[in-house]
C-alpha cells in the first residue's frame, strides 16, 4: 500500500487478557519504529527496528510489552496481562533508510486499545 | 533525560491571520526537527521539517525556524485557513528516535 498500515484500528480487551496489534510499513522501509500515544499527550517511544533487528527496547513500559518484525516488514506489537495503564493509541512509524538518516518517519493511524 | 517543551497547548486564531507554535529541546545532539499535524482519530501527518544546518524552511503558507543556540525552533502558519484546525506536535531527533512535544490544538475560527 501507500502508506503505514494498522490493524485493528480499535481493540476492546478485558484487563488480564494478551493482546497483539500488527504493522505494515511502507514497502521497502528499513526502518520501524514504535509509539504509545497517551490522550492529549504527544507519542512516546517505544521501540525501533533496523530489519529484523530490534536495536532499541529501551521505551517499553514493561516486560508485559513485546515487539517483533521476524522478516524485516511486517511488525507485531504483543501486551501480555493486559492492564488498565495500558489503554492508548498505539503509533507504527517507518522511514526508508537506516539512521541515522535524514528520511523522515511517516506514521499509521494507529491502533486505539481501551482495556476494561 | 531528553525533553521536548511545546507552548502554547491551545491556540485559537481568525480565519486569515497567522499562528505560531514554540518548542524548546533539551539534547543538544538533536539534529532534525519535524512538525506533524494529527487530525482526530488520525496518524500524525508531517507538515515540514528542518535540519540543524538550516536556519529557516518555508513551504508556501507554512515556515519553521531554529535557533540551535537557543535550542528553540517555531512552527509559522499564515493565512490561516478552517482546515488548518488540528493538533499540531513539533518534535527532536538524535540518532533515530523522535522526542514529541505535548502538542498545540489549533482552532482556526471561520
Known amino acids: 500500500g501507500a502508506g503505514v498500515s494498522q490493524s485493528p484500528r480499535y481493540k476492546v480487551a478485558k484487563r488480564g487478557q494478551d493482546v497483539a496489534l500488527r504493522c505494515d510499513p511502507i514497502s521497502g522501509h528499513v526502518s520501524l519504529f514504535w509509539y504509545q500515544q497517551a490522550l492529549g499527550q504527544g507519542p512516546e517511544f517505544l521501540t525501533y527496528?533496523?530489519?529484523?533487528?530490534?536495536?532499541?527496547k529501551s521505551g517499553l513500559p514493561s516486560d508485559r510489552f513485546f515487539a517483533e518484525r521476524p522478516e524485516g516488514s511486517v511488525s507485531t506489537l504483543k501486551i501480555q496481562r493486559t492492564q488498565q495503564e495500558d489503554s492508548a493509541v498505539y503509533l507504527c512509524?517507518?522511514?526508508?533508510?537506516?539512521?541515522?538518516?535524514?528520511?523522515?518517519?511517516?506514521f499509521g493511524d494507529g491502533t486505539r486499545l481501551s482495556i476494561l | 533525560g531528553e525533553n521536548v517543551e511545546q507552548h502554547p497547548s491551545t491556540l485559537s486564531v481568525q480565519e486569515g491571520d497567522s499562528a505560531v507554535i514554540k518548542c524548546t529541546y533539551s539534547d543538544s545532539a538533536s539534529n532534525y526537527f519535524p512538525w506533524y499535524k494529527q487530525e482526530l482519530g488520525k496518524g500524525p501527518q508531517l507538515i515540514i521539517d528542518i535540519r540543524s544546518n538550516v536556519g529557516e524552511k518555508k513551504d508556501q503558507r507554512i515556515a519553521v525556524t531554529l535557533n540551535k543556540t537557543a535550542k528553540h525552533f517555531s512552527l509559522h502558519i499564515t493565512e490561516t485557513q478552517p482546515e488548518d484546525s488540528a493538533v499540531y506536535f513539533c518534535a527532536a531527533r538524535g540518532t533515530y528516535k523522535y522526542i514529541f512535544g505535548t502538542g498545540t490544538r489549533l482552532k482556526v475560527l471561520a
Open positions: 527496528f533496523q530489519n529484523e533487528a530490534q536495536l532499541d
Open positions: 512509524a517507518s522511514s526508508a533508510f537506516r539512521a541515522p538518516g535524514g528520511q523522515p518517519q511517516h
